[in-house]
C-alpha cells in the first residue's frame, strides 16, 4: 500500500469513529477529566502523595526479582500456588489446566485482555462470562475495550439497550439506565452462583503478606474471587509491591485520577485463599459509590451489592487460589532505561482522559492490541513490538497535558518520542535527502518518513522560505504544487501555509540599530529568542515583544548567533539524534548570553517547554539546568517586571475591552497561563480564558491529511467559546493558527495586544 493510501485509509476510520463513537468517549472522558481535577484539587497533599507513589514504584521495580521470591513465600506458605509466565501462551496453558472446561467468572482485567485468556479458555469448551458490565457489554458486543479503565465508555445508554433487547429479548425492552443495571446485576449474579472458577486481575500484589488488591467501581470483582471454589488471579510482575503499608498513596490516588472519585467504590484487600462466606446479594451500596454515581457513566453502573468477609483470613483448605504472574516482555522492559517507567503505571486511565485526541476518537483508534492512551504505546511496544505501535504512536503530540496528570509522574511524552524514534530507525529508505541540514546518517535514520523528514527539519525549509520570499510564498499556494504536498508528503491541502517573511526579526533589529535602552538606564539585560517561527514567520510578535520590553525598561538584544532552533520540531517526529544536536547547537547560544548575565525570553511555549523539560534529555545535567533557569516565557518576564515595580505606562492599556484568550498546552503544563491573564487583567482588559486545554493543532499534528479532521474536532468546543469574541488572543504558533481556521478571523499573541505600537 503507498504511503497515500495508507494515509487515506487512516483518515477514513477516524472519520468513522468521530462519527459513530466520538460523542459517547468525549462525554465520557471529559466528565472522567473534569473529576479528577476537582477531586485532585481539593487534595491538600496531591503532589507528595505522587512523588511517595512513584518512589514505591521505582524501588518495587528495582527489587522486582527479590519481591516476587517473597511473594512466592508468602503465597505458598498459605496454601496458594503462584506461577510466573514467559509469555501469553504460557500464562494460558497453566490458567486452562486450573479450569480445565468449567464455567468462569471474570472480573475487568486488562493483563488477560493482553493474553486473549477468553479465547484460549474457551477454545477448550470452558464457559466465560466478564462480570464488569462494561466488560459484559463489550464481550456481548464482540468488540474489543476502548479505554483502560472504561472499556465501554464509547457506547451510549441507547446502544447498550439496543444490545441488550436484540441478545436477550426481554419482556418489556429494556431503556433507562435503572433497568439496564438491573437487568445485568440479575444476569451477573446468576452466572456467579454457578461458576466453578473465579478469574480476577489485581491492581497491586504485596511481596510481605501474599495480600491482592482490587479497587473497582462495581462489586463484582470481589464476589468473583470469594464466591467460586477456585480463584486465579492473573497479573503483571509489574503490580507487586513491597508491602501491604505501601498501598497506602495508590488508594488515595487511584479512583481521584481514573474516574474523579475521592476513593473508589470498593477497595478489597485479600490474602487468599480465603473461605467462601455467604454472598448478600442485595442492593446495598457503600456510601463511596454513592457520591460517586454522578461521575460514573450510564455504561459503568453495575454495582451488584457487598459481599461478607472482605479482607485478611485464615487460609482456608477447601479453596483454592492460584497467583499467575506474566512477563510477557516486562522483564526486558525493565531492562530498558527508556521504556522502564511504563512499569510504573497503575493503569488509571487519566492519560486517556486528559488526552485531546483520545478525548475524540478514543482507543479504537488511539490503542494497540491491547492498550490505549498516552501510556499504551510503552506498553505496545513492550508486549506486541513497534510494529503494533506504530499503528497509534503519531496520535500522541507530545503536547504533556497527561504529565500533571499521571499519579506516578511517567514521563509519557518521551516515552511516546523514544518509540518514535525506534519506529523511524525501523522504516524504509524516505527521499528529500535535502532536508538532512547537514547532519550524518546516524543522526537522522534513512528511512525516516520523509513528511515527518521535512516538519522535523523545519529550520531548513524556514530558511529557504525567508531568503526567497515572496517567490516561495507564491509558488507553495498554486494548486499543482499542493496536490503533490498533499499526495507526496500528506500535508492537508485544507490547511493555509506559514507565510514567510523576508526580513527576518534579527534582520528587523540589526536595521533598527539594536537596543533602544541604554545600559545606564536599563533595569535588566535580556535576549529576545528568536524562535524559528518568530524569526521566520510570526515576525510581527517577536518585534511586539521587543518593543515591550523595552517599554518596561529592559535593553533588548535579538543577536544572530541566538537564531537556532531549540530542536523541538524534530523532537515532535521522533528525530532524537537530530533534536540532540539542535539542543547542543542551542545550549551553546544561550549559554553565553546566560553567563553574561542576561534574561533569555522565550516567545513560542513548545520552545521553552523544551528548554525545561527535554534538555534534560538530550543535555548533560548542568548545561539543561543553566538553560532552563535562564530562560522566561515572555508574559512571565513581563509579569515578573510589574511585581518588582517596573511602569506599565508604556504598555497598551485594554480601558475593559473583552478578550478571549487560549493559553498553548505546554504553558499550562509549566503553570504559566495565570501570568498572561494577570498581565492582561491589570491592563484593563476584561479576560475570558479557554475552557479547553487542547486546540488539536498540536504544531505539524494539524497539517498532516490524515489527521486534519481529527484535529479540526478538537478544537472545535473553541468555536462554542469564543465562536462570538471580537478579538482572540492565543499564546502558541499552532494555537493562533488552529483558531485561524476555527474562527475564520486572526488571533493574536498576547505580547501584540499590550505591546506599544511601533513608532
Same mark, same amino acid.
Given at each position: ?9 487512516? $483518515? ?11 460523542d459517547?468517549? &468525549?462525554?465520557?472522558?471529559?466528565? /472522567? ?21 512513584r ?19 508468602? %503465597? ?5 500456588? #503462584? ?10 496453558e ?6 480445565? !472446561? ?5 472480573? @475487568? ?30 464481550? #456481548?458486543?464482540?468488540?474489543?475495550p ?21 441478545r ?40 510481605d ?13 470481589? @464476589? ?23 498501598? &497506602?498513596? /495508590? %488508594? ?36 463511596s ?11 459503568a453502573?453495575?454495582?451488584?451489592? +457487598?459481599?461478607?468477609?472482605?479482607g485478611?483470613?485464615?487460609p482456608? +483448605? ?7 504472574? %506474566?512477563?510477557n !516482555? ?9 521504556l ?76 511516546n ?24 546518517p ?21 530558511? #529557504?522560505?525567508s531568503?526567497?520570499?515572496p ?8 494548486g ?18 506559514p ?41 510581527d ?32 517526529? !521522533? ?22 548575565g ?5 516567545v513560542?511555549?513548545?520552545? #521553552? $517547554? &523544551? ?12 548545561? =539543561? ?20 515595580? =517596573? ?30 491573564? $494577570? ?44 465562536g462570538?469574541a ?20 486572526? =488571533? ?6 499590550i ?5
Amino acid at each position: 500500500m503507498s504511503k497515500s493510501d495508507s494515509r487515506a485509509e487512516t $483518515a477514513a476510520r477516524i472519520r468513522h469513529l468521530l462519527d459513530t463513537e466520538g460523542d459517547a468517549v &468525549a462525554e465520557n472522558t471529559r466528565g /472522567f477529566n473534569r473529576g479528577r481535577r476537582e477531586s485532585t484539587g481539593a487534595l491538600a497533599d496531591y503532589e507528595s502523595l505522587k512523588s511517595e507513589a512513584r518512589a514505591i514504584k521505582e524501588d518495587a521495580i528495582e527489587r522486582l526479582p527479590e519481591l516476587i521470591d517473597d511473594l512466592r513465600e508468602s %503465597v505458598e506458605a498459605r496454601g496458594g500456588h #503462584l506461577y510466573v509466565a514467559d509469555d501469553a501462551a504460557d500464562a494460558n496453558e497453566y490458567v486452562r489446566e486450573v479450569v480445565d !472446561g468449567g464455567n468462569v467468572v471474570k472480573s @475487568k482485567s486488562m493483563t488477560t485482555e493482553e493474553l486473549d485468556l477468553n479465547e484460549a479458555l474457551e477454545a477448550d469448551g470452558a464457559r466465560v462470562t466478564e462480570t464488569d458490565l462494561g466488560e459484559w457489554v463489550i464481550q #456481548l458486543a464482540e468488540e474489543d475495550p476502548s479505554h483502560i479503565i472504561g472499556p465501554a465508555i464509547h457506547k451510549s445508554r441507547e446502544g447498550i439497550a439496543e444490545l441488550f433487547n436484540e441478545r436477550f429479548d426481554p419482556e418489556e425492552p429494556l431503556e433507562t439506565a435503572e433497568e439496564l443495571t438491573a437487568f445485568a446485576r440479575e444476569k451477573l449474579l446468576a452466572e456467579i452462583r454457578e461458576a466453578d472458577v473465579g478469574v480476577t486481575g489485581a491492581n497491586f500484589l504485596t511481596a510481605d503478606s501474599g495480600s491482592l488488591a482490587l479497587v473497582t467501581s462495581e462489586g463484582n470483582a470481589r @464476589k468473583t474471587a470469594v464466591v467460586p471454589d477456585t480463584h486465579v488471579a492473573v497479573s503483571g510482575v509489574e503490580k507487586v509491591l513491597p508491602t501491604v503499608e505501601d498501598l &497506602a498513596p /495508590f %488508594v488515595e490516588l487511584i479512583g481521584r485520577s481514573g474516574t474523579g472519585q475521592d476513593i473508589t467504590s470498593y477497595v478489597s484487600l485479600f490474602t487468599p485463599p480465603t473461605p467462601s462466606p455467604p454472598v448478600e446479594f442485595g442492593e446495598a451500596r457503600s456510601a463511596s459509590a454513592e457520591r460517586a454515581e454522578s461521575a460514573k457513566p450510564d455504561s459503568a453502573m453495575a454495582d451488584l451489592g +457487598p459481599v461478607a468477609g472482605d479482607g485478611a483470613t485464615e487460609p482456608h +483448605p477447601d479453596r483454592e487460589f492460584h497467583l499467575v504472574l %506474566v512477563d510477557n !516482555g516486562r522483564l526486558a522492559m525493565r531492562e530498558d532505561d527508556d521504556l522502564r517507567e511504563t512499569l510504573y503505571c497503575i493503569r488509571c486511565g487519566a492519560c486517556s482522559n486528559s488526552c485531546g485526541n483520545f478525548q475524540s476518537v478514543g482507543g479504537h483508534a488511539f490503542g494497540g492490541e491491547t492498550y490505549s492512551g498516552g501510556i499504551a504505546t510503552g506498553w505496545e511496544a513492550g508486549v506486541e513490538g513497534l510494529d503494533t505501535a506504530a499503528e497509534f504512536n503519531d496520535l500522541c503530540t507530545g503536547c504533556s497535558r497527561c504529565v500533571p496528570a499521571c499519579p506516578v509522574e511517567i514521563d509519557i511524552p518521551w516515552i511516546n518520542t523514544v518509540v518514535r524514534d525506534r519506529i523511524n530507525r525501523s522504516g524504509d529508505p524516505g527521499d528529500l535527502d535535502f532536508l538532512v541540514d547537514g547532519l550524518t546518517p546516524d543522526e537522522e535514520p534513512a528511512g525516516l518518513d520523509p513528511t515527518k523528514r521535512l516538519f522535523g527539519n523545519f529550520e531548513t525549509v524556514a530558511r #529557504l522560505g525567508s531568503a526567497t520570499a515572496p517567490l516561495s510564498n507564491w509558488g507553495a499556494s498554486l494548486g499543482p504544487v499542493r496536490a503533490a504536498m498533499d499526495r507526496w508528503l500528506g500535508i492537508a491541502p485544507e490547511r493555509d501555509l506559514p507565510t514567510f517573511e523576508r526580513e527576518t526579526l534579527v534582520d528587523w533589529f540589526a536595521a533598527r540599530g539594536g537596543p533602544r535602552v541604554t545600559e545606564s538606564m536599563a533595569r535588566r539585560e535580556a535576549v529576545v529568542y528568536p524562535d524559528v517561527y518568530t524569526n521566520h514567520v510570526a515576525v510581527d510578535r517577536g518585534k511586539a515583544a521587543v518593543r515591550a520590553l523595552e517599554a518596561l525598561g529592559v535593553r533588548v538584544r535579538v543577536p544572530e548567533s541566538a537564531a537556532v532552533a531549540s530542536g523541538r520540531a524534530p523532537l515532535s517526529q !521522533g528525530m532524537i539524534e537530530t533534536a540532540r544536536g539542535k539542543a547542543e547547537r542551542c545550549r551553546d547560544a544561550l549559554l553565553p548570553e546566560i553567563d553574561a548575565g542576561r534574561d533569555v525570553v522565550v516567545v513560542e511555549p513548545s520552545d #521553552l $517547554a &523544551a528548554f525545561e523539560r527535554e534538555y534534560e534529555r538530550l543535555l548533560p545535567a548542568d548545561d =539543561a539546568e543553566r538553560v532552563a533557569d535562564g530562560c522566561y516565557e515572555v508574559l512571565e518576564y513581563v509579569f515578573g517586571l510589574l511585581e518588582n515595580g =517596573a511602569d506599565p505606562e508604556g504598555l497598551t492599556a485594554g480601558d475593559g475591552e473583552p478578550v478571549a484568550y487560549h493559553a498553548h498546552c505546554q504553558q499550562r503544563t509549566l503553570d504559566l497561563e495565570a501570568h498572561t491573564v $494577570a498581565v492582561l487583567e491589570r491592563l484593563g482588559y476584561e479576560v475570558t480564558t479557554s475552557e479547553t486545554e487542547c486546540c488539536g493543532m498540536a504544531g505539524s499534528f494539524g497539517y498532516k491529511s490524515q489527521y486534519y479532521e481529527l484535529s479540526m474536532d478538537v478544537g472545535e468546543p473553541l468555536v462554542e467559546q469564543f465562536g462570538d469574541a471580537d478579538r482572540v488572543l492565543a499564546s502558541g504558533t499552532s494555537c493562533g493558527e488552529q483558531l485561524d481556521a476555527l474562527l475564520g478571523s486572526p =488571533a493574536e499573541h498576547p505580547i501584540e495586544a499590550i505591546a506599544p505600537a511601533d513608532r
